[in-house]
């Protein structure tokens, strides 16, 4: 049986497990990822011939799984940004492998990658206005963050470790994204960490776990880089 045509209510049973709702959803959006992949590729893409097309619609798959709605962001602004990203993968690793065994000319190995690039800085961007977009829903501006961040490398990594938790807990994370607030108490209570300094670096505590938790891959870097002790310090 058919589980209907509507393209959300799709998502939604992909989302719990209809496996006919996630291959009728792909069906239908099939013309969307290749018409983003041949963009990418500058050159039309077929499916069931190019690995670009099958790269795309795995992509597209990978978003059905990581889509949440109360990200504030569409389903196919976020397919978008995943194919996208996988694309510019897969672009490079190829280049990397041709150029390794064939010894591609420089001139066109670095006209790829300058290609490359472009398309990735189209995807920071993008990522940080969702981020952006994302922080407003908290009441946190890029300037409170700016007048909020910790001054020393151990007051960034504990709070880091609050926002790893909360991301980790489900508990604690639900209780964010519901009530739009620090689980302070519930903090508190799970790690040596004040009440005081939790709520004097709350906004900066919200912004780290709203990048774990969501789907921002560059920012995500940065968080890895803050846990080796290699953020920004002063």
């Not at 990203?85 to 000319?105: A, V």
């Not at 409170?144 to 151990?154: A, E, T």
């Amino acid at each position: 049986m058919s589980p209907g045509g509507d393209p959300n209510h799709l998502l939604s049973l992909a989302q719990q497990g209809n496996n006919l709702a996630r291959e009728e959803l792909i069906r239908k959006f099939t013309p969307f990822i290749l018409t983003i992949v041949s963009r990418l590729s500058g050159r039309f893409v077929r499916l069931g011939e190019d690995d670009e097309a099958s790269i795309g619609l795995m992509a597209f798959n990978e978003a059905i799984d990581s889509y949440d709605p109360r990200k504030g962001i569409s389903f196919l602004t976020l397919a978008e940004t995943v194919i996208r990203r996988r694309i510019i993968d897969y672009f490079r690793q190829e280049e990397r492998y041709r150029h390794h065994f064939t010894g591609q000319d420089a001139e066109v190995s670095q006209t790829m990658e300058d290609g490359l690039r472009a398309w990735e800085l189209v995807d920071r961007r993008e990522e940080i206005a969702r981020y952006q977009k994302e922080l407003a829903s908290y009441g946190i501006s890029f300037a409170d963050l700016v007048r909020n961040c910790p001054r020393h490398q151990d007051a960034r990594q504990r709070a880091l470790s609050c926002a790893r938790m909360i991301a980790d807990t489900p508990s604690l994370r639900q209780h964010l994204e519901e009530k739009k607030e620090l689980p302070i108490k519930l903090l508190t209570e799970s790690l040596k960490v004040s009440r005081k300094t939790l709520e004097r670096h709350r906004k900066y505590i919200i912004a780290l776990a709203v990048i774990i938790m969501g789907d921002y891959e560059y920012l995500k870097a940065y968080i890895s880089q803050a846990e080796r002790g290699q953020g920004h310090g002063r």
